[in-house]
Every structure is written in structure tokens, then in C-alpha cells.
T-cell receptor
């Protein structure tokens, strides 16, 4: 049973470009969470999605960031017009049941975004 | 505002010694979880303790929770070099509230 998959593992973008980060949850999991981690910091919650629904986006910046989890295919975190401050590690996690913090979350290896 | 705060920020011990990390939080919780992160990797779930539990064990791990003091501790007994990692506590309120992570404790176990 494969774990949570994220790609790419490393992504370099120039300021103003778009970044697309992909996450495939564990088999049988329909709940996906995105987090951002700055160096020497803990993870900060961004968004919680179920298939075709955004459940909680309270941690998402109001502009340039969007997330989706379509019926088919991986969840996508999209960052438009990236700035240097977007450089961070972005982690995806999944769980088999709803409840966000009530359930054990299984994390992917992360995508490290570097904005030049 | 950040919920969990780990203490100490960094800890260095000899192999075979016990390592204790603490986590304090501010508001009421439904559960508290501990995760490990090896350098450059994702997080691995270690243990979840619910608000009505006081202590839990898993192998060489022992977690305590004191809701009156709003604190938790993670004890790793007989540490090994492979335990070298960052350890994070994360708290969850009720319902669909998301996990809130602390900044972590960086543990170094020297062989």
C-alpha cells in the first residue's frame, strides 16, 4: 500500500511564475490536508479538502493560492505569481475519515519550493 | 496564534539515555499528537492521546497529558542514533478544526 505521494519533490520557480504541487493520498483516503513549513518552524495548516469539496481553507492566503481535489486525480495546490516569501516546504497529508485533527494524518515527503 | 510550544528547542544526548520533550498549549483540546520528522523528510505519526487519557505507551515511547496544566511530555527511553530527528506536538480542538503544530524539538542522539 503506497503512502502519500507528492511531486515534484523539488521545484524552482522565478518570481512571477506559477507553481503547481501535486498530492496523491493513500489508497482509500478521501481527505487531504496541505501544510506549509518554513525553515526551523513547525507546520502551518493551509487547507482541508475532500473529493470535489473544500472543507476548511482558513489557513490559505487570500490571494494567489488555490487548492482543488477533483473526483479523479491528485489534489493540486496552485500558487500563482510566486514571490520569494513563498519559498518553503509544502506537505500534503491524508486520512481515511473526516474529522481533520481527530484523525491520524499520514504525510507525504513534501515539495520544496524555491523561488529565485 | 500558535498552540503547541515544545521545550527544549534542541536536545543532545548520548545513545542509551532517555530523552524527554515537553509541549505546552493554550486552549482546550480534544487530542494531542506527537510526530517525528527526519531531516528533509515528511512527518511520521508517533502517538495520539485524547483529552480524557493521561498516559500512553508505544514501544520505547511514553506520552503523558496533563490537561489541568495544558501540557504533554514525550519520553523516549534507551535512545538510539536513529532517533535523531525533530519532534513536533500538534493539538486538535473538537470537530473539523485542523491540527496546530508547535515549532518542534530537535533531538540529536550521539553514538
Amino acid at each position: 500500500n503506497a503512502g502519500v505521494m507528492q511531486n515534484p519533490r523539488h521545484l524552482v520557480r522565478r518570481r512571477g511564475q506559477e507553481a503547481r504541487l501535486r498530492c496523491s493520498p493513500m489508497k482509500g483516503h478521501s481527505h487531504v490536508y496541505w501544510y506549509r513549513q518554513l525553515p526551523e518552524e513547525g507546520l502551518k495548516f493551509m487547507v482541508y479538502l475532500q473529493k470535489e469539496n473544500i472543507i476548511d481553507e482558513s489557513g490559505m492566503p487570500k490571494e494567489r493560492f488555490s487548492a482543488e481535489f477533483p473526483k479523479e486525480g491528485p489534489s493540486i495546490l496552485r500558487i500563482q505569481q510566486v514571490v520569494r516569501g513563498d519559498s518553503a516546504a509544502y506537505f500534503c497529508a491524508s486520512s481515511p475519515r473526516s474529522g481533520s485533527g481527530q484523525e491520524t494524518q499520514y504525510f507525504g515527503p513534501g515539495t520544496r519550493l524555491l523561488v529565485l | 496564534s500558535q498552540q503547541g510550544e515544545e521545550d527544549p528547542q534542541a536536545l543532545s544526548i548520548q545513545e542509551g539515555e532517555n530523552a524527554t520533550m515537553n509541549c505546552s498549549y493554550k486552549t482546550s483540546i480534544n487530542n494531542l499528537q506527537w510526530y517525528r520528522q527526519n531531516s528533509g523528510r515528511g512527518l511520521v505519526h508517533l502517538i495520539l492521546i485524547r483529552s480524557n487519557e493521561r498516559e500512553k505507551h508505544s514501544g520505547r515511547l511514553r506520552v503523558t497529558l496533563d490537561t489541568s496544566k495544558k501540557s504533554s511530555s514525550l519520553l523516549i527511553t534507551a535512545s538510539r542514533a536513529a532517533d535523531t530527528a525533530s519532534y513536533f506536538c500538534a493539538t486538535a480542538g473538537s470537530g473539523n478544526t485542523p491540527l496546530v503544530f508547535g515549532k518542534g524539538t530537535r533531538l540529536s542522539v550521539i553514538a
